[in-house]
DNA sequence: GCGATATAATAGCAACTGCTATAATATTCA
DNA sequence: TGAATATTATAGCAGTTGCTATTATATCGC
């Protein structure tokens, strides 16, 4: 009992994943890979750390995602010209042909997985997701600080 | 925002998961591990097939669960006697043990994924994700309406 | 300038996840 | 009985995720 909402979160997480995951085949881009892009799309330019750090990944998956996508010629990896460490993203024009069917996946489904939730509902869903996706991502921020520091 | 429900579990899903993990890193059991004993604990000498479903990971998702818990001796394979095909599975004494801890911080954490709301609300957001989660596990299946639960 | 420290990204390792395919066994039906 | 079909579990392959290093570069303190 005591620990559903977990077990709740993670088991519709997935569902959604392979949901989208399924209707997505044939453009071999999956639900995360959709998600990173959907993201860049609106911050293009953005470095990998802080994009990581804006869907919340650790850099290193990040890292990896990116590595695929290029692969697939979606996103550009572009030196910084400020900083020698650092990539700029970009996401190519083969990109912007792809979005849009992506898109309509995605609205689709959420319209199915959110079927019989009145609009009051699903605002009310969204909300106390939020609500706990902060409680848990505040956690994380308020022990990383201070590591080592006994 | 069309799709934000989507990208929101899988997020929330993802922070829960991984201060699971932070806090039981000692033990070696991550987040989905004590997930799967957890249900096992009700259902001992279930099959694997069976057990996959409960869960709605497929088979060989279980199968390779089952043979990290087997390796680290939580988890037991008994031969069906009625079926040479299937295993039964079975928790070792040394589950036991650690039980005890595990569902302490699953509970500390729950409590801390869920602070700021109320009971009310606590109730109301377990019952939108199933809601969501019976929708999206229907379409899957589209033939076996068994979700009894609730 | 130079050494210490911090930051950006990546490598190795391991766990979770699902798709497609396959092996072994069971069941069904002709 | 024997062939066709279904079921139980697993193998190969690939994507996602994070932990702990490591490399390369930047910045800070002296």
Known sequence: MSETI????????????RAFNARTKHSG???LQWRLISYLKRHEGIRQGPLAELIEVEPITLSRMVDRLVEAELVERRADPTDRRA???YLTPRTGAIVGGMRD???ALTEEATEGLSAAERAQLIELVERVRANLSRRECGK???KETM
């Open 29 to 31: 881009i999956t639900a």
């Open 6 to 17: 977990g077990f709740l979160l993670n088991d519709t997480a997935r569902l959604f994943r």
């Open 144 to 146: 990383e600080p201070t």
């Open 87 to 89: 990539w700029r993203l």
């Open 105 to 107: 996946i995605a609205d």
